[in-house]
C-alpha cells in the first residue's frame, strides 16, 4: 500500500497545485487570468518570439491547454504571432504592449507570493531545495 502522505510524487502534485491555486488568486482576481494563461504570458515576458510549442514545453503543460489559452491571449490582444524567420510554419508569439503591460502588472505580485512562500526557508534551506529540484527534475526527464 502506498503512503501517500510520504509518496514525493503524490507530495509534490498536491504543493505544486495548491502553491499555483495560491498565486492564481492574485491574477486570476485582479486581471482575469487562468493559471494556463498567466503561463504563456510569463514565458513569453522571459523568452520572447517562441513558438507555441516551446511554450508548452517550458510550461511543461498539455498542449491542447496551452493551445486554447495562446488562443485566448490572441484575441484579446496580449500576444501576437510573428512570421518564423527560418521555418514560416513556426510562427514564433510574442508579447503586445498590453500584454507587456500585463506582464509587469502581475509580475511584482507574482514575486511577493514568492517571497512569501520561501520566507519560511533559510538562504541554506533555498539553495539546498533549488539544488533538489534541478535534481529531481533531470530525474523526471529520464
Not at 492564481?24 to 523568452?47: C, D, K, N, P
Not at 533538489?132 to 533531470?138: F, S, T, V
Amino acid at each position: 500500500m502506498i503512503k501517500l502522505e510520504e509518496f514525493l510524487p503524490y507530495r509534490l502534485s498536491v504543493l505544486a497545485n495548491q502553491v499555483s491555486q495560491g498565486i492564481a488568486r492574485t491574477y486570476s482576481e485582479r486581471f482575469g487570468l487562468s493559471i494556463t494563461e498567466w503561463r504563456v504570458i510569463a514565458i513569453l515576458g522571459r523568452f520572447e518570439n517562441i513558438p507555441a510549442a516551446a511554450v508548452a514545453e517550458r510550461s511543461a503543460m498539455d498542449k491542447v491547454a496551452i493551445s486554447r489559452a495562446v488562443r485566448r491571449l490572441l484575441d484579446a490582444g496580449f500576444i501576437r504571432r510573428r512570421d518564423g524567420l527560418e521555418d514560416r510554419r513556426a510562427k514564433p508569439l510574442a508579447l503586445t504592449r498590453s500584454g507587456r503591460a500585463l506582464y509587469e502588472a502581475i509580475a511584482p505580485a507574482a514575486q511577493d507570493y514568492e517571497a512569501r512562500l520561501a520566507s519560511v526557508l533559510t538562504p541554506s534551506e533555498r539553495r539546498s531545495l533549488n539544488r533538489i529540484l534541478d535534481k529531481l527534475l533531470a530525474a523526471s526527464r529520464q
